[in-house]
């Protein structure tokens, strides 16, 4: 057993707090990583605002890089010393979508089974079955990614969540390919990290909105080709002007908002793809003319991690950064200490970076 500090969500909308945090050597199939940095995510503050669920005290942060500490009978994956990216899915191979072949959706994803619990022994709810706000976390070895150790651990972390979820949005769900035209609606880390991934596979129009010219400014630089702020004007009629009146063949929704889904919705060309990777609440609800969603063909489609599969994707994405092809680093916007992540929180909310590191 381990003790380590780590970043506590003890109910709802309260500010959370540092805890002391025990974490048990790793059991059959199970990884104990030395957290190095884990990036603050959207998510991490939507299970303190209650909004995922009411499983409190929840153990925050999901977006890490660390090195193998030790591991459990029967992993062979990693090793210690190893350097690795933790993914909140790992395939188990059995369930109805992995025994289809189809493991980028594994129904049945698999988590350490030893709970980390507070001092008192009370369990925690380690965020997305990780739990990353700490110097030590216990994982399942399937969530151990190992990758090219000369990655910046800042930098490589956000791969296993926000990054991943925006160019798999656009690579993976969107299916963006050469010559498409796509529009990016809401440039946090996840949508511009969807413009990265739309640049990166060849479309010629990429269109940034937000509501915040910061958010666009950024949005240029990793690929956008137009901005739009969609304060005062109405985002689909400037996306139809800049596609000849057609409108996009993808139109990705990274906010999570039924005003920006039914934008999306109507921004896209005929037969066009929506991609919802924004993470709505419970209360929200969309009401669409039934004829229009038939009429104008396509599909709706969700984004789950951007429908990746860790060991495929994040060894190729962390060489394409460290090849100079995607720039994970401008994503940085800060490092921070881990007890920063409340002030970090109210950064995210006034949309002054795209992410904040704790940098352990
Ligand atoms: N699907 C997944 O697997 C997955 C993974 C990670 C995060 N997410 C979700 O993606 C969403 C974005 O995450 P993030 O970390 O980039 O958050 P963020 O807060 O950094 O970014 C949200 C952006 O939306 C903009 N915005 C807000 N209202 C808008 C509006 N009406 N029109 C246009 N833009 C608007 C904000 O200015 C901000 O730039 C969140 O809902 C998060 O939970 C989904
Ligand atoms: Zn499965
Ligand atoms: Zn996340």
Redesign the pocket.
């Given at each position: 057993m381990h003790e380590v500090k780590g970043i506590i969500s003890k109910s709802k909308k309260e500010p959370v707090t540092l805890e002391k945090v025990l974490v048990p050597d790793p059991g059959p199939g199970e990884v104990l990583v030395e957290v190095k940095a884990c990036g603050v995510?959207?998510?991490d503050?939507?299970y303190r605002e209650g909004s995922i669920s009411n499983d409190f005290p929840f153990f925050l942060g999901h977006e890490a890089a660390g090195v193998v500490f030790s591991t459990g009978p029967g992993v062979e994956n990693v090793a210690p010393g190893d350097f690795v990216i933790l993914a909140w899915r790992s395939p188990c191979g059995t369930c109805r979508s992995c025994s289809r072949g189809r493991p980028w959706y594994c129904f049945e994803s698999r988590n350490a089974t030893q709970k980390m619990t507070l001092a008192d022994g009370t369990p925690l709810s380690p965020a997305l079955g990780i739990g990353a706000f700490a110097e030590l976390t216990l994982v399942g070895a399937g969530q151990a990614i190992k990758v090219n150790s000369d990655a910046d651990p800042a930098a490589a972390g956000l791969i296993g969540?926000?990054i991943?979820?925006?160019l798999?949005?656009a690579i993976n769900t969107g299916n963006v390919s050469r010559g498409d035209s796509v529009a990016v609606?809401?440039?946090?880390?996840?949508?511009?990290?969807a413009i990265a991934g739309a640049k990166l596979a060849g479309a010629h129009t990429i269109i940034a909105?937000?509501?915040?010219d910061?958010?666009l400014k950024w949005a240029k630089e990793f690929g956008a080709t137009h901005t739009v702020n969609?304060?005062g004007q109405d985002?689909v009629d400037e996306i139809r002007k800049l596609t000849n009146g057609n409108g996009v063949d993808v139109a990705i929704e990274?906010?999570?908002?039924p005003?920006?889904y039914e934008?999306a919705f109507y921004c896209r060309d005929l037969a066009g793809i929506v991609v919802?990777?924004?993470?709505?609440t419970p209360d929200m609800k969309i009401e669409l003319p039934l004829l229009d969603v038939f009429g104008r063909g396509g599909s709706l489609k969700?984004?789950?991690?951007?429908d990746c599969l860790p060991t495929r994707d994040f060894p190729v994405y962390i060489d394409l950064y460290l090849q100079g092809k995607l720039p994970l680093e401008k994503f940085v916007s800060e490092r921070i200490s881990l007890n920063e992540v409340e002030q970090s929180f109210q950064k995210?909310?006034r949309?002054e970076?795209?992410?904040s590191v704790v940098v352990l």
């Open positions: 995510c959207h998510t503050l939507h969540c926000g991943m979820a925006g798999g949005a609606i809401g440039c946090g880390g996840v949508g511009n990290a909105v937000d509501i915040d910061r958010k969609s304060i985002p990274a906010v999570g908002n005003l920006t934008q919802l990777v924004g993470v709505p969700s984004s789950w991690y951007g995210m909310q949309g970076v795209l992410r």
